[in-house]
């Protein structure tokens, strides 16, 4: 999954905000990525590949590079979408009210570069009680660095 060629915004590690035109975001993105990061487009359930794994790691934002969830805590939700209860900082992604196909919605975006990500329900896990219903195609994941995964196994199992 590469949808970071020739983007001049993406960064894991820059956190200051992007400001683009919907044009030049269509230059940069392919067309699944745009059509859900900036027209708010909803993937198929069930499409994404993320929707099921479990290896350990961190999702950015596919458009950016922002952080905004980690493995931990990611659950299976059975709603189709890879479900996460809570994001990596509170400024990791911003809300808004979203109205729209006569439902009460809240719309979660990234903090970084406003991309539309998907929603966020009540009806999740402790701690949070929270559903962060994503699309896959806007994750990008980054498995975690093998020595910090080899000190957490090893925490684990010895
Ligand atoms: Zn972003």
């Known amino acids: 999954m590469n949808s970071v060629k020739n983007n001049p915004a993406y960064s894991n590690t820059d956190t200051s905000k992007?400001?683009?035109n919907d044009e030049e975001w269509k230059k940069i993105l392919s067309s699944e990525v745009y059509q859900v990061?900036?027209?708010k487009g909803t993937e198929?359930?069930?499409s994404s590949p993320?929707?099921?794994i479990k290896d350990k790691g961190t999702y950015y934002c596919a458009v950016?590079?922002?952080g905004l969830f980690v493995s931990d805590t990611k659950f299976e939700s059975g709603c189709g979408w890879p479900s996460f209860y809570q994001p990596v900082t509170k400024g990791s992604v911003i809300y808004e009210v979203d109205n729209?196909?006569?439902m009460k919605r809240t719309e979660v975006m990234c903090g970084r570069c406003k991309s539309h990500l998907g929603h966020v329900f009540d009806d999740g896990p402790p701690p949070t009680g929270l559903r962060y219903c994503i699309n896959g195609v806007v994750l990008d994941f980054k498995k975690a660095q093998k020595a910090e995964q080899k000190y957490?196994?090893?925490a684990k199992s010895k």
């Open 152 to 154: 957490k196994d090893g």
């Open 64 to 66: 950016c590079g922002n």
């Open 50 to 52: 993320l929707e099921k």
């Open 44 to 46: 198929s359930p069930w």
């Open 37 to 39: 990061a900036r027209q």
């Open 100 to 102: 729209t196909y006569g």
């Open 18 to 20: 992007v400001n683009m």
